[in-house]
């Protein structure tokens, strides 16, 4: 026994690899990883950093060769110029000169209060659209065997690979026959139907893993599958229905596209919205700045709140057992 212990130590001594079994191989590991984090973070945040100390930035400050990295001259030029605008474009001008007597007389003709509305009525309702349906199919698919089915799962990841660009000229087809051009509708169907498959994955890893015996007990309590399914699986599938609606949400919030082609600047949502603000060499980047962080703010907020639930929805199908 005792010379099979001082063989395997023989051979590990042999075999051991500097890099994780001695202190400077992990020095030198730790380091490196330390590094790299230092280097994804710089890149990943750097951008965010720059719009912050842009939008505190004069315009003559902005426009200096090399530029500052801090804001010499702090300055809330830019956000006053985007709230002149919003009061401006949305019609407030005479309410705040009879209450406040402040005469508000903006170059900038952009109601930002009336993008994020927009924005908000597009992205909840997709989220919604995307939930109701992707939810109902993944249960189906789930719980229930047919013909096709793993041809349909498969085109559904399919359908993701695509980009939106792809598809372009036949939704622009299909949403001109059906009169719905230059609508929020248009987009609410589009997005929804674009984020729908994603729901299905997620909410199927759910479904699936899901206990047999609690199903089986709603159906000796009489419960019909609708019933079992509304009343037992959706409320117990909060956490990933949350993860769903924040996927769908986030990506009716940013897209560009869609929006920029199929509506006009009236009914703008954010990103095409925040586009307006870019006006060739007379761009004024600390009100683009500026706006976008206001336009971020809620967003923020709302994800803060929630985002417990969106990592415990996530990852409530990864494990079984």
């Not at 590990?12 to 994780?20: D, E, G, I, Q």
């Not at 007597?101 to 903006?106: A, D, H, I, L, Q």
């Amino acid at each position: 026994m005792a010379q099979a212990d001082s063989t395997s130590t023989e051979e590990f001594a042999k075999n051991r690899s500097w890099l994780y079994d001695t202190a400077a191989g992990t020095y030198v590991r730790k380091a490196a990883i330390g590094l790299l984090t230092l280097v994804v973070a710089v890149f990943v945040l750097f951008p965010l950093y720059w719009m912050v100390v842009t939008a505190f930035k004069t315009t003559a400050e902005i426009q200096r060769i090399p530029p500052t990295v801090f804001p010499q001259d702090f300055s809330l030029e830019g956000f006053r110029l985007v709230v002149e605008s919003s009061i401006q474009a949305g019609g407030y001008s005479d309410l705040v000169n009879d209450v406040l007597g402040y005469t508000v007389t903006s170059a900038i003709d952009i109601d930002l209060l009336g993008l994020v509305v927009n924005s908000l009525k597009v992205a909840v309702g997709a989220g919604l659209i995307a939930v109701v349906l992707g939810t109902g199919a993944s249960y189906v698919l789930s719980r229930r065997e047919f013909p096709g089915k793993n041809l349909l799962m498969s085109l559904l990841l399919a359908s993701l690979m695509f980009p939106g660009t792809a598809i372009m000229v036949p939704e622009w087809e299909l949403i001109s026959t059906l009169g719905l051009f230059n609508t929020h509708l248009a987009l609410i169907l589009i997005y929804g139907a674009m984020t729908a498959p994603f729901v299905v994955w997620l909410m199927k890893g759910f479904f699936d893993d899901f206990p047999d015996s609690i199903i089986e007990a709603s159906r000796i309590d009489q419960c019909s599958a609708f019933e079992t399914f509304w009343y037992v699986l959706v409320p117990m599938a909060r956490n990933s229905l949350i993860a769903s609606f924040i996927f769908a949400f986030l990506l009716a919030w940013n897209e560009l596209v869609f929006a920029l082609t199929l509506l006009d600047n009236a009914k703008y949502t954010v990103p095409p919205g925040l586009l307006t603000f870019v006006q060739g060499f007379n761009t004024q980047w600390n009100v683009v700045a500026a706006a976008s962080i206001i336009v971020s703010i809620p967003v923020l907020a709302g994800l803060a709140y929630i985002q417990r639930y969106f990592v415990q929805g996530l990852t409530g199908g990864a494990i079984k057992g």
